[in-house]
């Protein structure tokens, strides 16, 4: 009997290291943090951890981008306490996988220093993606373009890429070359046809797997090679860099590669890939048996609240993973996305739909085959932080957006863990957090919601000691049972669900009922809400 890996059903939180706790009161969060608050994560049921980049960096974009891939950044502590915390983690029954970042480092990592003190040509830059300036003009025109070259000659960018924050992909140094940054100048990225970058990250995923973690989460994982000829989007939208970019396929022996090595370990190690393609097919590709465990799937929270859209994210991503026998996975929010409380609600529309929704999408993702990964704070319900002062936002997208978009501090705010005023025992009393944490967050602490049973930290405690149950034995398929329109109802052998995304309640199949998100009426399931049960028959 083979039995089940543990990522496959997993249910992973995510750890945004510098917003879950802060150990050493200077208002950011730390590794230390992480490991006082592990009893929280055991409590709540989650399977494993996911820790955002805690590396040495800059944090010119948050952490991803890293400076030194095998070093603690002081702020988040040392290799010592990275240590202690697997050791607690793994003592605790929790698993620990960290962010790898390979498409780009820091402007600040010694590669690109040499690179910066290195001629055009040389072995130094051939880490990187320098190109000599292409002609002023529409390209030229997006970047700080009409520079004049060495000889003189107004030039532009090699190309008219734009950086995925706003802005070129490409910056000028004063040699006349350019080098490419698919986000902010300070993550050059690197070159991946050179031997040296890959033996690189093979060292450092076996620096990290000798110090114990489960697994890597892959930062922008399909992004790795460039279609090496540079053509011009000629004023498409970003998303023509898919062909150019993010489905080249020199990836796929780089991962096999990886796989190789977390295959030399014991215990199951595993990765997962942020892999944003433009078809299930290419999805695929990444889960050969020989590849990565996992793929994001990231359907789910980019659909709106409709029944439909629903049902058709769910069989599109089953049908993509069951070619390769892989399992989904299931995202709600993340630290790059506005969290769901907020997304869910509709402006004008009673305070507390957004949050009822919030839970009911929480039982349909749960009762999923495959593996969910939370978002730190989607257990205490927090909402999107919308009103941050402009001076406190520190989103790479504001400042390269020139405030044109609010970019994504709004889901990185400091967790509020205890008391009645900022910072919410997110740190010592009197520390200002490293972003402001609103007023009125008192009863959205850990400690408020944990004694009330109708709480949302109540509630997803409840939902996932039930899931661990119930789940592991069911079957990877879902079978849609008859609803309404506005609802769904899905079996998986003995176990149900059901989603009711209209405001009419809907009558419910009949059979026991295990949870639910909102109150019953009767066998009537509310608007906005769902339910788990045993249908009889
Ligand atoms: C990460 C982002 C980051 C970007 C560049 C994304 O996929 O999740 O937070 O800004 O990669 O590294």
């Known amino acids: 009997m083979t039995l089940t890996p543990w990522w496959r059903n997993a249910v992973v939180y995510e750890v945004y290291v ?21 009893g929280h994560l055991r409590h709540l049921g989650v399977d494993a951890l996911w820790l955002t980049p805690f590396y040495r960096s800059p944090l010119a974009d948050g952490g991803y981008d890293v400076a030194d891939y095998r070093a603690v950044d002081p702020r988040f502590g040392s290799l010592g306490d990275f240590d202690d915390l ?6 605790h029954g929790l698993r620990l996988i960290v962010d790898i970042v390979p498409n780009h480092t820091s402007d600040r990592h010694r590669w690109f220093q040499e690179a910066l003190a290195s001629p055009p040509g040389s072995p130094a830059r051939d880490r990187y993606l320098f190109r000599p300036g292409g002609p002023a003009g529409p390209a030229g025109a997006a970047g700080p373009a009409g520079a004049a070259g060495p000889a003189g000659a107004a030039e532009g960018p090699p190309n008219d890429w734009p950086s995925a924050f706003g802005g070129p992909a490409w910056t000028r140094l004063p040699d006349g070359e350019w080098y490419l940054h698919l986000y902010t100048p300070e993550q050059p990225d690197l070159n991946w046809r050179n031997p040296e970058v890959r033996r690189e990250f093979e060292d450092i995923l076996r620096f990290w797997l000798d110090r114990g973690v489960d697994g890597f989460r892959i930062d922008v994982a399909a992004g790795l090679f460039k279609d090496g000829t540079y053509g011009d989007l000629g004023g498409r939208d970003r998303r023509a860099l898919h062909g150019p970019v993010y489905a080249r396929s020199e990836i796929h022996p780089v991962y ?55 049902r058709d994210v769910v069989a599109s991503a089953l049908a993509a993973v069951a070619g390769a026998g892989a399992a989904p996975t299931w995202v709600l929010s993340s630290h ?54 402009d001076a406190a936002r520190q989103d790479p997208i504001w400042t390269q957006s020139a405030g044109g978009e609010p970019g994504r501090d709004g889901c990185r705010v400091p967790l509020p863990w205890s008391g009645k005023t900022e910072p919410y025992g997110f740190s010592a009393d009197g520390v200002r957090p490293w972003l402001p ?42 079978e849609w049972l008859d609803s309404p329109e506005t609802a769904l109802i899905f079996r998986r052998g003995p176990f149900a669900c059901a989603l009711n995304c209209g405001e009419d309640p809907v009558r419910m199949p009949s059979g026991s009922v295990l949870l639910t998100s909102a109150p019953l009426h009767g066998d009537l399931l509310a608007g906005n809400s769902s339910a788990w049960l045993v249908p009889s028959g």
């Open 336 to 389: 790059d996305s506005v969290r769901h409380v907020t997304r869910y609600g509709r402006p004008g529309s009673a305070p507390g739909l957004g949050p009822a929704r919030a839970r009911a999408a929480l039982l349909f993702m749960l009762a999923l085959p495959g593996s969910a990964y939370l978002y730190q704070g989607e257990e205490l319900g927090l909402p999107e932080v919308t009103d941050l002062p």
């Open 437 to 478: 944490m609103p007023a009125g967050w008192a009863a959205l602490t850990a400690e408020a919601q944990a004694p009330d049973p109708a709480s949302t930290l109540s509630f997803y405690r409840e939902a996932l000691a039930r899931r661990r149950l119930l789940t592991a034995d069911l079957p990877d398929g879902v």
């Open 86 to 91: 697997v050791a607690a983690a793994h003592g």
């Open 18 to 38: 510098r917003s879950f706790a802060d150990a050493d009161g200077d208002g950011e969060g730390d590794l230390r943090g992480v490991r006082s608050r592990l």
């Open 256 to 310: 096999r590669a990886w796989r190789r090595i977390l295959d030399e370990y014991d215990g199951d190690r595993m990765a997962i890939g942020e892999v944003w393609t433009e078809g299930p097919e290419d999805l695929a590709l990444y889960l050969r048996p020989d590849e990565l465990h996992q793929v994001f799937q990231f359907d789910l929270q980019l659909a709106p609240w409709s029944a439909p859209a629903f």
